[in-house]
């Protein structure tokens, strides 16, 4: 059995490990341990089983999983994984951290990592640290499983935040029409219609987000982890407004995915012991 120490309540770990599983293409029982309220869509989740646990580090220890994936947070979101079931094989997913604001978090004793797999540049003393408690560490390149395309006329806002950052994303989206001096149809896909939301600006509830169709002139996204890679191939359409996170740097990742050379986790030689 695989399971997915997914703690966070976003969309975000969720869309990577439906991407890490397909990539890898790793199959039968898994059981992911989130909090996340999207865990509830099956668009998202189907084929899982989902657990919210409150003592997540006793959920795992019972479940005495063959594989353990722990996604983002090497010791989990608080510094909480502070042991892992004997026998266990642990594989890492390493993403770009704020490591600065992470590191205080981390508890005397971390776990080690039989892989890590790291999706994108880390800051130096983040992948320092990942190499001394991994045994083997590479880059890896995900692919999300196949789906429809999203077409709509004009431009498409993609965010599933909350409500005050999809207006804010809105507004950037239209600054920049204005600015261009062009009238482009809007639409926002997004789990829900946030209230305030502009008149003139459609909305859909689309899962996946991606890829866009055709008609698509122009991406407006905020620069988290999922949106950056997967409209990497649509770039000279992207734009991205960055947001604060306690523990994501987004504005490096809108800074490095403007510079093709920057954003490569090619660059990150695979080490084994």
Same mark, same amino acid.
């Given at each position: 059995?695989?399971?997915?120490?997914?703690? !966070?309540?976003?969309?975000? &770990? @969720?869309? #990577? =490990?439906?991407?890490?599983?397909?990539? $890898?293409?790793?199959?039968?029982? +898994?059981?992911?341990?989130?909090?996340?309220?999207?865990?509830?869509?099956?668009?998202?989740?189907?084929?899982?089983?989902?657990?919210?646990?409150?003592?997540?580090?006793?959920?795992?220890?019972?479940?005495?999983?063959?594989?353990?994936?722990?996604?983002?947070?090497?010791?989990?979101?608080?510094?909480?994984?502070?042991?892992?079931?004997? !026998?266990?094989?642990?594989? &890492? @997913?390493? #993403? =770009?951290?704020?490591?600065?604001?992470? $590191?205080?978090?981390?508890?005397? +004793?971390?776990?080690?990592?039989?892989?890590?797999?790291?999706?994108?540049?880390?800051?130096?003393?983040?992948?320092?640290?990942?190499?001394?408690?991994?045994?083997?560490?590479?880059?890896?390149?995900?692919?999300?499983?196949?789906?429809?395309?999203?077409?709509?006329?004009?431009?498409?806002?993609?965010?599933?935040?909350?409500?005050?950052?999809?207006?804010?994303?809105?507004?950037?989206? #239209?600054?920049?029409?204005?600015?261009?001096?062009?009238?482009?149809?809007?639409?926002?896909?997004?789990?829900?219609?946030?209230?305030?939301?502009?008149?003139?600006?459609?909305?859909?509830?689309?899962?996946?987000?991606?890829?866009?169709?055709?008609?698509?002139?122009?991406?407006?996204?905020?620069?988290?982890?999922?949106?950056?890679?997967?409209?990497?191939?649509?770039?000279?359409?992207?734009?991205?407004?960055?947001?604060?996170?306690?523990?994501?740097?987004?504005?490096? #990742?809108?800074?490095?995915?403007?510079?093709?050379?920057?954003?490569?986790?090619?660059?990150?030689?695979?080490?084994?012991?």
């Amino acid at each position: 059995m695989i399971v997915c120490y997914a703690r !966070g309540g976003g969309l975000g &770990h @969720l869309t #990577r =490990l439906r991407a890490v599983l397909h990539t $890898l293409g790793w199959g039968g029982e +898994v059981t992911v341990l989130s909090g996340s309220p999207f865990a509830a869509d099956a668009r998202i989740a189907g084929g899982w089983r989902v657990l919210a646990p409150s003592d997540p580090v006793r959920t795992l220890a019972e479940l005495e999983p063959d594989e353990l994936i722990v996604d983002a947070f090497p010791a989990g979101l608080k510094g909480e994984l502070t042991a892992v079931p004997a !026998g266990t094989r642990v594989t &890492h @997913l390493a #993403r =770009l951290l704020r490591w600065d604001a992470y $590191l205080p978090l981390l508890p005397a +004793v971390p776990p080690r990592f039989d892989r890590t797999f790291v999706l994108e540049p880390l800051d130096p003393a983040h992948g320092s640290y990942l190499r001394s408690v991994s045994d083997e560490i590479a880059p890896l390149d995900l692919t999300d499983p196949p789906s429809a395309p999203i077409d709509v006329d004009g431009w498409l806002i993609v965010h599933g935040g909350p409500d005050a950052e999809i207006r804010e994303l809105v507004a950037y989206a #239209r600054d920049m029409a204005a600015l261009e001096g062009v009238r482009p149809p809007m639409t926002l896909v997004s789990p829900r219609r946030p209230d305030g939301l502009p008149a003139g600006i459609a909305h859909r509830d689309a899962y996946p987000a991606c890829p866009p169709g055709p008609r698509v002139e122009r991406i407006v996204t905020a620069a988290g982890f999922n949106a950056v890679r997967q409209f990497a191939p649509w770039r000279d359409r992207h734009r991205m407004l960055p947001f604060p996170r306690a523990l994501d740097d987004q504005f490096t #990742r809108a800074k490095r995915a403007r510079d093709p050379a920057l954003g490569s986790t090619s660059r990150f030689r695979s080490t084994s012991r």
